[in-house]
């Protein structure tokens, strides 16, 4: 059977990928992905590349598309991924971190998650936000509402028998 996706490095792509290979400063799947070409420029059959490579035979045919369809750029490395919109813009984390970091409410001693997240629902930052977001985000800004003292960021103090001081 014919390959759909026929494999042509020109001298160029070829010592370029060699390069990358001997360099071993890049990801393993771009490595991976490098070795397959050649490996598939030389004519080798994908079952062959697949075991030689200890790698899917989905991944040599993956591979050999994205060449044909994208160039050597598009075989190696991974289009960006998207990802979820953040629930929080930044203004709003902020926002978040002067709460926590401010005196608990009357008859209280520490901003608890529910509190943070009621109080900015009160406030109008969000419409609304769950325990679990306020956890993250002021886990991301080193921001503790149970601390004694809620300082957002820590700072490393060289020669310092803990390391870290409140700024």
């Known amino acids: 059977m014919a390959k759909l996706y026929r494999i042509t490095l020109s001298d160029q792509e070829r010592d370029r990928l060699l390069t990358l290979i001997k360099s071993g400063t890049h990801p393993a799947r771009t490595l991976s992905r490098a070795r397959i070409l050649l ?22 045919e993956r591979t050999r598309k994205r060449f044909v369809e994208g160039g050597l750029e598009g075989a190696l490395f991974e289009k960006p991924r998207p990802g979820k919109a953040p629930k929080l813009t930044p203004k ?3 926002r978040l971190v002067a709460v926590a ?49 809620n300082g957002a960021f820590l700072k490393p103090v060289p020669n ?4 870290w001081r409140q700024s």
């Open 92 to 94: 709003q984390e902020a």
């Open 39 to 60: 490996l598939a420029c030389e004519g080798k059959r994908d079952s062959d590349i697949a075991q030689v490579l200890h790698v899917g035979i989905s991944t040599v």
């Open 160 to 163: 310092s028998s803990f390391g």
């Open 101 to 149: 970091c401010s005196d608990p409410p009357e008859g209280r001693t520490r901003w608890t998650l529910r509190l943070l997240s009621q109080h900015l629902v009160e406030l109008e930052v969000v419409d609304a936000i769950s325990r679990e977001c306020v956890r993250r985000t002021l886990k991301k800004t080193c921001s503790n509402p149970g601390r004694s003292s």
